[in-house]
């Protein structure tokens, strides 16, 4: 059974022919201004998906970099902060020896414990530094200090020597940045474990020599303390210089991750020039084609003039 074409079937195929060579077209059009493979998720679901997925991980890895660099500035500080330490108990140390010298008199003494003193304060000042307004050796603590003031001696109570300063801060409560989906690294200091706390503390150790000194007994006494509150520091600095090598290899691999990513990225949604324009002129011969195999096919006729 044969089928009868008439004029109006003919008009309409060629006019749903020419409207879907017309629509792809635009599409061309549209990828070669934008550069975009998926405008919308219905071009391509899986590579929409794709697509999602790499975005989320970049942004993830994004978040990775700011913390790696928060943490640098942490362990930075801390660094530092110990450094000067380092250096105030080197200075410590050399008076403590000084001060063992036979021929030393009392005012020679007294002149060391007056500079000990000083050198105390600057070591409790640099245990209590801060970095963006929290405690470098505090742990987790909100507290204002990671050491309390010293509480001088009340001369008035017998028997009272004073209060060293004591830790404030929460014993093993870390400051941790998570630098990795599966990684993540201390960026504070344990301030108990590098300067003790109490009658067990550096500051203590150092007082102590002061009161060797004024009373004129021997100050080396307290060199075996001192020395052992001197490596702990160190220790202390020596701990945060290996998480300081840690931060840097991964930001070193935060960065390929993110170029690969990126480089990822652009290949599911980005679309090449050189490609796109090629696929264009295609179209638009496709598209002048169909315009002029339509044009001779269906001719007017004088019924079309008389409408």
């Given at each position: ?263 990822q990225k652009m290949g599911i949604e980005k679309a090449d020039l050189g490609s ?32």
């Open positions: 059974m044969l089928n009868r074409v008439t004029n109006l079937t003919m008009s309409t195929t060629a006019q749903r022919t020419l409207q879907a060579q017309q629509s792809k077209l635009a599409q061309l059009q549209e990828k070669a201004t934008t550069l975009d493979k998926i405008s919308r998720p219905s071009d391509d679901p899986a590579a929409t998906a794709q697509a999602l997925d790499t975005r989320a991980r970049l942004a993830a890895n994004a978040q990775y970099g700011r913390n790696i660099d928060d943490g640098a500035g942490w362990l930075n500080a801390a660094d530092s902060a110990l450094s000067q330490a380092t250096n105030v108990m080197n200075r410590i140390l050399d008076l403590t020896v000084q001060a063992g010298n036979g021929a030393l008199n009392q005012a020679g003494k007294d002149a060391i414990a007056v500079e000990l003193e000083g050198l105390n304060k600057d070591l409790l000042s640099t245990a209590n530094s801060k970095h963006l307004g929290r405690n470098i050796f505090a742990g987790s603590s909100d507290a204002a200090t990671a050491f309390s003031p010293a509480i001088p001696a009340d001369p008035t109570v017998p028997g009272d020597t004073g209060t060293p300063p004591v830790f404030n801060g929460v014993a093993g409560g870390s400051v941790e940045r998570r630098i990795s989906a599966d990684r993540t690294v201390q960026v504070d200091a344990d301030g108990a474990a590098i300067f003790g706390s109490g009658s067990g503390s550096v500051f203590d150790a150092v007082t102590k020599t002061i009161e060797s000194l004024r009373k004129g007994e021997d100050a080396t006494v307290n060199l075996t303390n001192l020395q052992a509150s001197f490596k702990n520091i160190v220790s202390g600095r020596a701990e945060i210089g290996t998480r300081q090598v840690q931060l840097e290899r991964a930001g070193n691999v935060n960065t390929e991750l993110e170029a690969t990513l990126d480089a796109v324009i090629m696929d264009l002129k295609l179209q638009e011969t496709n598209y002048q084609v169909a315009l002029a195999a339509t044009a001779r096919v269906l001719q007017p006729t004088l019924m079309d003039f008389l409408r």
